[in-house]
């Protein structure tokens, strides 16, 4: 294996891991190993290897329509290159466009986001998403008085992360197991609840970790809504044509190490969020209905949108 094929690897392997987690932080790790992939390659490398770099990468994990969005995009670019020498420059060129759009996606999304978080309110959220810490952090420092509940998210506990980020930032932080969602409601009485997105569906369903349907649920039930925090660049195009996202089942361990003869432990990952249990998605087109979803990226990403629906 050749050493820039090997960053690659070292990246996906890493994804694999869980050492890089959360759909925007996958994202940019993957479109940055692309580009060092495309620095460091040699001529027979790059023609030899591009494929076997994507194919890592899109493997490394299932859920991620956004990677797969992106690693197309390239792919696309890489074929229409007259030659290896503009292959190069071209991968690397679109892998920065696509991180600029990125950022720029991210930054409108915290721009409407914060504007909904209701001033003296109690907001629910689940595992951890970078935006919509980003969100409540942005609120907290324009002035606005909140507190947030979250839940643990077994087995891995990536809502201590959030917990920690929050309560750094200042925030005032309550935080139950998954399981006392609906009596944290029942005391608290939420203004709303926040999570954010692995996938999309072209139907607005949304893909996000298992524990998300509850929080939806107890919103329903004590007459809360729900918005989703996302850029729709996680809109898996596959969808449209009657594919299913996969959900990942990940390893059994992770829930009970040493599990006892004759116990199957089953350790699902993701879950769906249906379009009736979602008040609106907050991405970088303002606050919309779940089932705007496909205008609005159709709208906002044209080439990218040609490229998902036509390139595999």
């Not at 050492?19 to 390659?41: H, V, W, Y």
């Not at 361990?253 to 006892?260: L, N």
């Not at 990403?301 to 490229?307: A, N, Q, R, S, T």
Request: proline share 5%; net charge neutral.
């Amino acid at each position: 294996m050749t050493d820039a094929l090997r960053l690659v690897e070292e990246v996906a392997w890493k994804i694999k891991r869980m050492e890089i987690r959360g759909a925007t932080a996958i994202l940019r790790a993957s479109l940055e190993a692309m580009r060092e992939f495309a620095l460091r390659a040699d001529d027979r490398e790059l023609g030899e290897h591009f494929r076997r770099a994507v194919d890592l990468l899109l493997n490394a994990r299932p859920t991620e329509p956004a990677v797969r969005n992106a690693l197309l995009y390239l792919t696309y670019v890489f074929r229409e290159s007259g030659d290896l020498r503009e292959a190069r420059r071209r991968v690397v060129d679109a892998s920065q466009r696509f991180l600029a759009i990125l950022d720029e996606a991210l930054k409108r999304v915290v721009e409407y986001g914060w504007r909904r978080i209701p001033d003296g309110g109690v907001i629910m959220t689940h595992c951890h998403s970078k935006t919509v810490v980003n969100i409540l952090v942005r609120a907290h420092r324009e002035g606005k008085k909140f507190i947030v509940i979250t839940s643990e998210t077994r087995p891995l506990y990536q809502g201590r992360r959030t917990a920690r980020e929050l309560a750094g930032s200042g925030v005032k932080v309550y935080h139950i197991v998954d399981a006392a969602m609906r009596w944290a409601a029942r005391r608290f009485k939420p203004d709303l609840a926040l999570i954010g997105a692995d996938a999309i569906t072209s139907t607005g369903v949304v893909i996000n970790k298992i524990g998300s349907k509850l929080l939806a649920l107890v919103a329903r039930e004590f007459d809360f809504p729900l918005y989703v925090a996302t850029t729709l660049l996680k809109l898996d195009v596959r969808t449209l044509a009657g594919e299913y996202v996969p959900i990942e089942m990940r390893d059994p361990s992770e829930v009970w190490p040493d599990a006892p003869s004759g116990v199957e432990v089953l350790n699902p990952a993701f879950e769906t969020v249906s379009p009736e249990c979602i008040d609106g998605i907050i991405c970088e087109a303002g606050v919309i209905p779940p089932h705007d979803v496909l205008r609005v990226f159709k709208e906002l990403y044209p080439e990218i949108w040609k490229v998902a629906t036509q390139q595999e």
